[in-house]
Structure formats: C-alpha cells, structure tokens
C-alpha cells in the first residue's frame, strides 16, 4: 500500500519567496497532520484537517502560513512570505479511527538561505 | 495540559545490550500512548501502541506496557542492535486525535 506521499523531498529557496509544501495522504484516511520539526523545538503540530476541514489551526506560527485541503487526497501547506527562521523539516502525517496511529510522510526538508 | 517527558538522550549502547528508554505522562482521560522510531532522513514509523491500562504492544523486539498506576510507558529491547540506532519518540494521542510527543531520545548502537 501507498504510504503518505510528500513532495518536494527538500526545498532551497532564498527568503521573501512562496513556498508550497504537498501531501497526498493514505487513500481513506479522514485526518491529515502538518507538523514541523526543528532541533531548538522538536516536533510541532501545525494543523489538522478532519474530513477536508481544518480543526484546529492554533499552532500554525504566523499570518504567513496557510494550509488548504480541497479533497480528501491533496493538501498543501504554503509559506508567503518565507524567512530563514521557517527552515526545518516538515512532515504530513495522515490517519482513521480514535485508536490508530498517524502514518508520516518521509517529510520535507526546507531551506530558506 | 497534557504531556509527554521522555528521558534525554544520547543514549549509547553495545551490540547485544539491554535497553530501556523511560516515557511517563500527563494526561487527562484515558489516552493511547505510541513509540514511534525516526531514522536519519526518513519520516516517524509506528514502533508500537497501546490503547488501555496494563496493554502491552510488542514490535521487532520492543515492549512496552500501559502503566496507568504510574503513569508510564517504557520502551524495552532485551538485545539491541546496531541497526536499532535512530530516534524513539513517546507519543500519546488525546480525545481530540492529535498526538503529543516527547521530545526524543537518540540510541545508539555500537559493534
């Protein structure tokens, strides 16, 4: 079975740039999960979507990040205007049921110079 | 508000040894509680869960048990390998679905 697909694998843009980070997650999961990942704060969950509606969105950092899930086997997760300090990994993660566990992605390593 | 305190790593280890990383939590309710793994350059891998007080969850060699008297779910290998060393990372899911983790302890292994 395909796992949680992201795209791009790793992504170096200069700051003041738009970035787009997707994720396709696993085919009838219901939940999706943007996380970030950073030596100084370890991993952070951004926002959840349930059933293509965002959930909670309270630890998404600033105005300059957005996430959409216009179906329930894409999202995105947009960077406007990108600055050094947004550098980390990001992961999607994806999942069905109170019980089971989320299913990550393989992540994108972001780089803003 | 809920929480995870995993202990700090780097934890090192010779091939064949025993291993014991130490989860506790803080949670109300009655969470599910996770190890996932990370190895370098790749996503988080379910290691292994447990949903209820006094579940074991059990995956290549790993155990860990529901401990809601002490609020604990450690992380055991009787023998590991050098192919175990990555992140292990405690997690626990709350009645909103999302996860919790702790901050990660490195494990690594030497020949």
């Known amino acids: 079975d395909a796992g949680v697909i992201q795209s791009p694998r790793h992504e170096v843009t200069e700051m003041g740039q738009e970035v787009t980070l997707r994720c396709k997650p696993i085919?009838?999961?219901?939940?999706l999960f943007w996380y970030r990942q950073t030596m100084m704060r370890g991993l952070e969950l951004l926002i959840y979507f349930n059933n293509n509606v965002p959930i909670d969105d309270s630890g998404m950092p600033e105005d300059r990040f957005s996430a959409k899930m216009p179906n329930a086997s894409f999202s995105t997760l947009k960077i406007q205007p990108s600055e050094p300090r947004d550098s980390a990994v990001y992961f999607c993660a994806s999942k069905t049921g109170r019980d089971q566990p989320q299913h990550f992605g393989d992540g994108t390593r972001l780089s803003i110079l | 508000g809920d929480s995870v305190t995993q202990m700090e790593g780097p934890v090192t280890l010779s091939e064949e040894a025993f291993l014991t990383i130490n989860c506790t939590y803080t949670a109300t309710g009655y969470p599910s509680l996770f190890w996932y793994v990370q190895y370098p350059g790749e996503g988080l891998q379910l290691l292994l869960k447990?949903?209820?007080?006094?579940d074991k969850g059990s995956n290549k060699g790993f155990e860990a048990t529901y401990r809601k008297e002490t609020t604990s779910f450690h992380l055991e290998k009787g023998s590991v390998q050098v192919s175990d060393s990555a992140v292990y990372f405690c997690a626990l899911a709350d009645s909103s679905y999302k996860l919790i983790f702790g901050s990660g302890t490195r494990l690594l292994v030497r020949p």
């Open positions: 447990a949903t209820k007080a006094d």
């Open positions: 085919s009838g999961h219901d939940y």
